[in-house]
């Protein structure tokens, strides 16, 4: 079993140990992350309930080239589920299928 953080106001990379650049297995529910963060999902990615960006789209989003699965300076997240959480100054790396998956959008 990996974190598991309710009810709370955070910001993402308060999460990780200093020697840490990914957070595995991450159950968030009812959390506002906080950045200044760019965060880069894989694996099994949940996002339910009322989960939501508080940024615009065309803001948020850091596009990657097709396949390229390692970048220096993002918060990893791997299996991660967020349910009704809010993302407030929140970049996410990824290419347009993850994006696609990861908002159910074929248009970002």
């Not at 949940?46 to 993002?74: C, H, R, Y």
Request: overall charge negative; proline content about 4%; hydrophobic content about 45%.
């Amino acid at each position: 079993m990996g974190l598991v953080i309710q009810n709370t106001t955070i910001r993402l990379t308060d999460l990780l140990l200093p020697t840490q650049y990914e957070i595995v297995d991450l159950d968030a529910t009812s959390v506002t992350f906080l950045g200044p963060a760019i965060m880069m999902m894989q694996g099994s990615v949940k996002l339910a309930g009322e989960s939501q960006f508080l940024n615009d789209m065309e803001d948020i989003l850091w596009d990657l080239p097709a396949g390229k699965t390692s970048v220096v300076g993002v918060v990893g997240l791997t299996n991660p589920s967020f349910t009704d959480c809010r993302f407030q100054g929140i970049g996410i790396a990824g290419d347009h299928a993850s994006f696609t998956q990861l908002l159910g959008r074929t248009t970002v």
